[in-house]
């Protein structure tokens, strides 16, 4: 009868954890999606310029997620640590430091890119249609509060 329980146990806490998962990754998506829905709003981008555009930009998003998700995951390897060592600390320090020049240096590249593909309005509407939406999602995370 333990044993019996102990399994159900674990499926149900399995179970959980994938739905918790399933769900900020379903999160993660939804934000994604919202956000390039604005910036072709925004922008005005033709259909020509969606198809040449959205994927050199969701790979961006995707070097600079990796980049922080890398510098995450060495704090959080140190903060498990009984012990770390000034050593650990400091390549933590660095690495996420570092996140915001790996990320310019990334941005840089991608900019040269999309100069091919968006006119020069359309490259400053792209940064100011980014600040706007994280400062609209910012506003309604304040307010759910």
């Known amino acids: 009868m333990k044993r019996i329980v102990a399994i ?5 806490a399995i ?7 399933n769900g900020r990754t379903k999160f993660a998506a939804d934000m994604y999606q919202a956000k390039h829905e604005m910036i072709i709003e925004e922008l005005g981008l033709t259909m020509t310029q969606q198809k040449q555009f959205m994927p050199l930009y969701e790979q961006m998003e995707r070097e600079i997620y990796q980049v922080n998700r890398t510098a995450r995951a060495l704090a959080g390897e140190v ?7 000034d050593r650990d600390y400091e390549t933590a320090a660095a690495a996420l430091s570092n996140t915001r020049i790996r990320e310019g240096e990334i941005e ?9 593909i968006l006119s020069k309005k359309q490259l400053f509407q792209l940064k100011q249609t980014e600040l706007k939406f994280t400062r609209e999602m910012i506003g309604k995370k304040k307010n759910k509060k």
């Open 108 to 116: 840089a590249k991608y900019f040269e890119k999309f100069s091919k």
């Open 8 to 12: 159900l146990t674990l499926v149900l």
């Open 15 to 21: 179970s959980t954890t994938a739905i918790a998962q």
């Open 79 to 85: 903060e498990k640590k009984k012990n770390p060592s």
